[in-house]
């Protein structure tokens, strides 16, 4: 776990974690506003766009084909935000290298990824946690049902996401579950702020702001 830091020779770093639909954007963009703020947001239009090629869209039409490819870039990508420098005293970013992990998890239970892809990508993770200054104060994370995701991420109806399933979801709730919750699947790298994203926009605003305190306080 991190060490405090009084003297903003880093920011404190806030990593915002749930399942996928589960109001992430919303939260970043409330804490936009702050002016002693870094908001890094997970870089979905690259993962549809590099080079030309729209990596997310091969990783859901052909799982089994793109699956190691997709997660390896995202992990390079969250790295990136890992390493990112800033001289604002807090940072929160949009998932980690951590909850990456937690896909690649759903994609082992699944025999998505070959075991030896598997292997690979966990070796890396591994690695990467082990000698890349990843370092983590505080993990929000976004509790909510999988069928209230689910309803969330039919209406927001992005292009890729058309073959996700409500069994996908609940298979990617629990995996974040048993990683934040229960605490008994690998590294929880920070303490957990659990909020109930369940909530309507307006109810979620007020757990935002007490959000808010419990972040901004860490630094007085
Ligand atoms: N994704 C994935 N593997 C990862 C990270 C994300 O397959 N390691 C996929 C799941 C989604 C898309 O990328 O289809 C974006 O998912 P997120 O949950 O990260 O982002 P959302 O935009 O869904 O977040 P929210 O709706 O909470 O704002």
Redesign the pocket.
Known sequence: MATPCTLFKRPFTVCLE???????????SHFKKFKNVTVLQ?P?EL?RNKAGTNL?EL??TDPTRYAFL??SY?QLT?LKLHTHETSFPYKIM??SVY??R???ESMKRSKTLKDIETVILEDWYDWCITNCHIETDLIVY?RTSPEI?YQ??KE?A?M??NS?SLEYLKQIHDIHEEWLYHQTLFTVPAPVLVLDGNKSLKEMLTEFEHCKNQIFKKLK
Do not use: D, H
Not at 18 to 28: A, D, H, V
């Open positions: 749930g399942n996928i639909g589960s109001g992430k954007t919303t939260f970043l997970e979905v993962w997310l990783m859901y997709f997660q995202v969250m949009e998932r909850s990456a937690c896909f690649i976004l995701v969330r991420m927001r992005r890729e996401e996700v």
